[in-house]
């Protein structure tokens, strides 16, 4: 029959129509939804159409959320390497970069001569980042992550958005704390919470112990 689906459109808009009043009239027609109120307007059971009055409000931002990334670096309050950097300057990111937006110093040991496996000076053009992900896809070490911190805007281009290391840097508890299954899930295939090279030193350790008391 001609029209039946023109109906069924209109049916579902007036029912988002008249839901909305009656959850304008359920929070008393608050310019803002309590606090306590807003993860349920966000879930699956919100009822009606509602604006979300940034910035005194914001969205929940999903766990696999990406924006510009950050560098991951131990805890602060580590007992054995407290702030050390889980970077080991490969360049594997900045090779992977399709804008080209990651710059890398290294750094030589002045006795040995041999790289220093840790970057000396770390850069990201946020301007130019396009939060793609492949950095933190690529890098062999976890060392590199998406944030969720959208809030990035200055008025100065030319020098608050080019990210040093220093800004860059962020403790293994702030990954843990934005995006746990994920966290979980990486030290679940890498074999333990910590940095590669440390897990496999203390395996080494064990294996020592292990021939020493044979």
Request: overall charge negative; glycine content about 6%.
């Amino acid at each position: 029959m001609y029209g039946t689906g023109l109906w069924r459109g209109l049916r579902v808009t007036l029912k988002h129509f008249i839901d909305t009043y009656i959850e304008d009239i359920r929070y008393g027609f608050r310019r803002h939804v309590p606090v306590e109120a807003f993860p349920e307007r966000q879930g699956l059971e919100a009822r009606g159409t509602f604006t979300v009055q940034y910035p005194e409000e914001k969205l929940a931002t999903p766990e696999r959320f990406r924006f510009i990334p950050f560098l991951v670096v131990e805890n602060y309050d580590h007992p054995e390497r407290p702030g050390h950097d889980w970077c080991t300057s490969c360049g594997i990111c900045a090779k992977v970069c399709p804008p080209q937006c990651i710059w890398i110093v290294r750094s030589d040991d002045p006795e040995t001569g041999r790289p220093i496996p840790e970057p000396a000076e770390f850069y990201i053009d946020i301007d130019i980042c396009m939060n793609c992900g492949f950095c933190a896809e690529f890098c062999p070490f976890d060392a590199i992550k998406m944030d969720h911190d959208y809030e990035l805007a200055s008025y100065d281009r030319t020098t608050a958005h080019i990210f040093d290391k220093q800004r860059l840097s962020k403790e293994f508890r702030y990954w843990q704390s934005i995006a746990p299954t994920r966290a979980a899930e990486e030290a679940a295939a890498r074999g333990g919470w910590e940095h590669k090279d440390v897990l496999k030193q203390k395996q080494r350790e064990a294996k020592d112990k292990g021939a020493a008391a044979e």
